[in-house]
């Protein structure tokens, strides 16, 4: 659901010969309707790697709505008329029916109706719910993709995008095509308010009952006050049960276009044969609007330390946030680096230091780009205390690193270190599957063009220990920090 | 003027439902069952018994490998519960041949190789992986962490402590405190069923690790599966050095009853607003006869949004994000087959008891024809996608051989599964699968439950530990 697959990918380095090869393969198609489709030839199997990527996600909810994004990413997998209905004309009747006693029921909540109008109202909205299920096969567009041998069917939603994947033989081309086009052309939100009871449950088991995530959803609050990085991508309990089919309706249509897409398939495919098939269905879908101005509030500069706290039934656990600049912004790039120096494996300063030397915490890892990459973001640095240790020694241990890092030089060893790594794991990205399918359809939508991840080489490559310095020194400091901790109930830090 | 009609209404149908009238029913689309292209690796044996498989693949600079060893939690003694856990970390971290922990760290990361230790119920591995340019000198490390490690002290009390640390930490989360408690009740009077404490792990000593890797790491009945860019005869000659010095030997290991697990609800409380509900019995060894239709049982039962779990606890009721269950493979003693939920703590009881209709439904009813072609269609059709990583096929066939299992183990499988009737299928959900012993484990906040577990079967109260 978050974005983490892309903190991995985005410290990025060229290597040579290989990259070349991979670049001179891609095929990069626009169709009229602006769809971008990138196709990577790879024939270790029979198979193809799908991935729908649009540039929507949790900052484009209007204040109210928020997890709108997550909650139309699930009805995406409902269907269609051809998808899914028994009988269209008198299901499309049966679903009208289910908003109009929704409306009515709201109506009667709103205006303060009797406890016996307000049951009889509820009777006959479960009974439209209930009328229109038996008209309905249910989840018929996973059945397609599993009849034929489809793995990873699964969707994410983040804050600044969402995509759908699948993997299938290659030879069912077509069925992904003919169920993708039909679903981008004619969703159907059926069982709206059953998804919506199954998304308050997907919302208590990752931040209600999970402390990481119940912590991480303070903390996100506490150092965005204003921009939109701060609510909670899968919105609030409340935001969830106020949610509606017709305002669900409204953000797919205003968002899910094609001009708003890539599509990208990574395998066996051969490129001028299969854009053939794409052009023919996807092509039908017509371009929409462009992004609407949102008006996204900037989060204004951080002038003091924020701090924050949950009690909570687990063992001690801690974050610090750091606000920063996003990408392309030099200073992002350098934030990368200075991630992989402090916790990029056992050598790195922080693991070694808290970890190892100090015996202080269980483990440390860090972030340098969440909880999106579209807007300033925040660097994170993540850590577990070790009894009898404590969150605030973790605290003075890491801020013993961070003024390290502003008053020495990296040495060019440990630079080099970490050019090193970050070429590898570019590298291992390049294997292909579906990592390398979500990776071209992120940087193809957000930076300009897949042919940047070809380019950060030459940015990683010249960043200098006097960089990394001066960035320490303007980002690391007390004013611009958030810090978050979960205390034990009844214990200790 | 009939084909005509049809052909209007056809088309009108179609726009009705806003497709263009030639876009074919997806559901009627036929495809043809690709077969997968085989990668068949290069065997071949070093002189002190080693087995090798190798996959040449030449398109990236990059070579991997993961030597298997017959080696896991099982053959811990009983009052070292976590020893082969904490074995893997020393061995990795603890230093080897000459070099010190740091040293070994250091190399690795600045060639920004890997060498990783991992284990589990029966193997332990150890695996590389590196750019071409450096692998002897990776080669070496991986040969010093297998043969000659050296188990620094120091960094054997820093992992017991990070486990200690790791036992306090794992009532953190209700789902890893159900499947703890399910995985050692249904596997109750094996080993597999138990569980590390602080004593077990605070009783670890160097002594320990260097013991049991004097008994399990040996090089015959061991399997190399290595795969990249190297030129096979070249490399076999590289690992005759590396590995020189590794002695073979016997390798006496201990057999176990199967488990005798006590059917009955296990409850664990914990303050939460959603049960995590676990539930299930043994039934046979993986491959075995019954073993075939219980698999495709069990994705009728729990795989994916077409099953009937998902169905019915969520798709209908909203009851649950996360619900589903399988056969596990069960190697050496029987695997088992389970459902899970997590859903609201106030329908603890309704969901506990729909899960359990949906197993009677198994045995009372024989599935639908149109069901079973669903499983069994993704079944036979994914099997391409067992081919799509050439270190993954070759480290698949080593623990294959391992195991003990037929070279054509999974084309007999493909051939039952292509065979099985929904009589066959009820046949063996009868045979193996009976709701009334089975295993259920709750972790939940009872004051909330809409009706005590007590309604629902006798209940054992189980501590938090």
Redesign the interface.
């Known amino acids: 659901m978050g974005p983490l697959i892309w903190l991995l990918l985005l410290t990025l380095l060229l ?1 040579g010969a ?1 990259a070349q090869q991979l670049r001179e393969q891609i095929r990069k198609y626009t169709l009229e309707s602006g769809l971008r489709v990138l196709m990577v030839p790879d024939k ?4 193809i790697h799908f991935n729908l990527m649009f540039d929507v996600g949790g900052v484009d909810e209007a204040p109210g709505l928020g997890g709108i994004a997550h909650m139309v990413e699930h009805m995406a ?1 409902k269907g ?4 899914g209905s028994l009988d ?2 008198k299901e499309k009747a049966a679903l009208e029916a289910i908003d109009k006693a929704r409306a009515e029921l709201d109506r009667a909540i709103a205006n303060r109706a009797s406890q016996e109008e307000i049951q009889r109202l509820t009777a006959r909205f479960n009974q439209a719910r209930e009328e229109a ?1 038996k008209l309905a096969l ?2 018929a567009l ?3 993709f ?6 990873g ?1 699964n969707a994410s939603t983040g804050y600044d995008r969402t995509d759908y994947r699948v ?1 299938l ?4 081309l ?2 992904y095509l ?2 993708y ?2 679903v981008m ?2 969703a159907v939100f059926r ?1 709206f ?10 919302r ?2 990752i931040a ?4 990481n995530g119940a912590l991480r959803e303070v903390f996100l609050r506490t150092a965005f006050q204003v921009h939109p990085y701060g609510r909670p991508l899968i919105g609030s309990r409340e935001e969830i049960q106020g949610y509606r089919v017709d305002k669900a309706m409204e953000f797919w249509k205003t968002h899910y276009h094609p001009n708003r897409a890539v599509l990208v398939l990574v395998g066996d495919v051969e490129p001028e044969r299969d854009i053939q098939l794409i052009r023919r ?1 996807m092509g ?1 879908i017509p371009k929409g609007p462009d992004r609407p101005n949102l008006n996204i509030p900037a989060e204004p500069p951080q002038t003091a330390e924020r701090r924050v706290s949950i009690e909570y ?3 001690p656990s801690l974050l610090i946030g750091f606000h920063k600049p996003t990408y392309p912004n030099r200073e992002a790039y350098v934030m990368d680096v200075i991630d992989s120096i402090l916790t ?4 790195s300063r922080l693991f070694r230091r808290l ?2 030397q100090e ?1 202080a915490a ?1 483990n440390v890892s860090a972030s340098s780009a969440s909880p999106g990459f579209r807007y300033p973001n925040l660097f994170v640095i993540s850590a ?1 205390p ?2 009898p240790r404590t969150t605030q020694d973790l605290e003075r241990l890491i801020y013993e690193e961070l003024e390290r890092l502003k008053n020495e030089l990296v040495s060019p ?1 440990e630079l ?2 970490v050019r ?2 970050t ?3 570019y ?2 990205v ?2 292909g ?1 579906p990592g390398l399918a979500q990776t071209l359809a992120f940087y193809e939508l957000f930076f300009g063009g897949y042919q940047r991840i070809f380019e950060e080489e030459a940015i990683y490559n010249t960043i200098t220990a006097e960089e990394i310095q001066q960035v320490a020194r303007k980002y690391f400091t007390p004013q611009n920090r958030t810090v978050a901790t979960l205390i034990t109930r009844g214990g200790s830090r | 003027m009939k084909a005509i009609w049809s052909l209007l209404s056809l088309l009108t149908l179609a726009l009705a439902q806003g497709v263009p009238a030639d876009w074919p029913d997806p559901f009627k689309m036929q495809f043809q069952r690709l077969q997968p292209s085989v990668i068949r690796p290069t065997e071949a044996q070093l002189s002190n018994g080693l087995k090798v498989l190798l996959v040449e693949d030449r398109a990236l600079p990059f070579v991997s490998g993961r030597v298997y060893l017959r080696a896991g939690a099982i053959f811990e003694p009983d009052d070292k519960v976590g020893l082969s856990g904490i074995f893997s970390s020393v061995l990795r971290t603890g230093g080897a041949g000459e070099r010190t922990p740091d040293q070994v760290d250091e190399i690795l990361e600045t060639l920004a190789a890997t060498v990783s230790v991992s284990t589990d119920n029966l193997f332990t591995s150890v695996a590389f992986n590196t750019l071409t340019e450096n692998l002897d000198q990776v080669l070496q490390i991986w040969a010093d962490v297998l043969v000659r490690p050296r188990f620094a002290q120091e960094r054997l009390d820093l992992e017991k402590g990070r486990a200690l640390e790791a036992i306090r930490r794992r009532n953190d989360q209700p789902t890893q405190i159900a499947v703890r408690e399910f995985v050692r009740r249904i596997n109750e009077g094996h080993p597999a069923g138990r569980i590390s404490s602080a004593a077990s792990i605070q009783s670890i000593t160097r002594d320990d690790l260097v013991a049991f890797h004097q008994r399990f790491f040996k090089p015959n009945g061991a399997v190399l599966a290595i795969t990249g860019d190297f030129n096979t005869q070249e490399i076999v000659a590289r690992l005759e050095r590396a590995l020189r010095g590794w002695q073979p030997g016997p390798v006496n290991l201990p057999t176990f009853a199967p488990p005798q697990p006590k059917p009955g609800i296990y409850f664990l409380q914990k303050e939460t607003n959603q049960s995590v509900i676990y539930m299930g019995n043994p039934t046979v060894t993986a491959f075995a006869p019954g073993y075939s239709e219980l698999d495709l049982a069990s994705r009728v039962l729990g795989d994916g949004f077409n099953s009937r779990l998902f169905l019915e606890v969520r798709t209908k009721r909203g009851l649950a994000y996360a619900t589903g269950g399988a056969q596990t493979q069960g190697f050496g003693w029987p695997g088992f087959i389970y459902g899970a939920s997590i859903s609201r703590v106030e329908k603890t009881a309704e969901v506990l008891e729909l899960m359990l209709a949906q197993f009677r439904d198994l045995r009372e009813r024989p599935v639908s024809q149109e069901e079973l072609e669903l499983f069994r269609n993704s079944i036979l059709n994914a099997e391409v996608f067992r081919f799509t990583s050439k270190q993954a096929v070759a480290e698949r066939i080593a623990r294959t051989q391992m195991l003990g299992l037929p070279p054509d183990y999974y084309e007999q499988y493909i051939r039952q599964i292509q065979a099985i009737t929904p009589a066959d299928l009820q046949r063996a959900v009868q045979q193996y699968v009976r709701p009334e012993q089975f295993v259920i484990v709750v972790v939940g906040d009872k004051r909330q439950f809409d009706r005590p577990l007590q309604s629902l079967g006798s209940v054992v109260e189980v501590p938090l530990e």
């Open positions: 290597p290989t270790t199997a029979p198979v997998f269609t008329p051809s998808i269209w004309p299920q249910p989840n996973d059945q397609l599993t009849n034929n041998g489809a793995q069917l993997s033989p290659s030879n069912r077509e069925l003919r169920v086009a039909d052309l004619n069982s308010y059953e998804e919506v009871d199954v998304v308050l449950e997907e208590r088991q209600e009952n999970d402390p269905y039908v039934n687990a063992q990029e494996g056992r050598t970890v190892i015996q269980l577990q070790r009894a060893q080099q270190k090193n790594q070429r590898a794991a590298l291992r390049l294997q599957g």
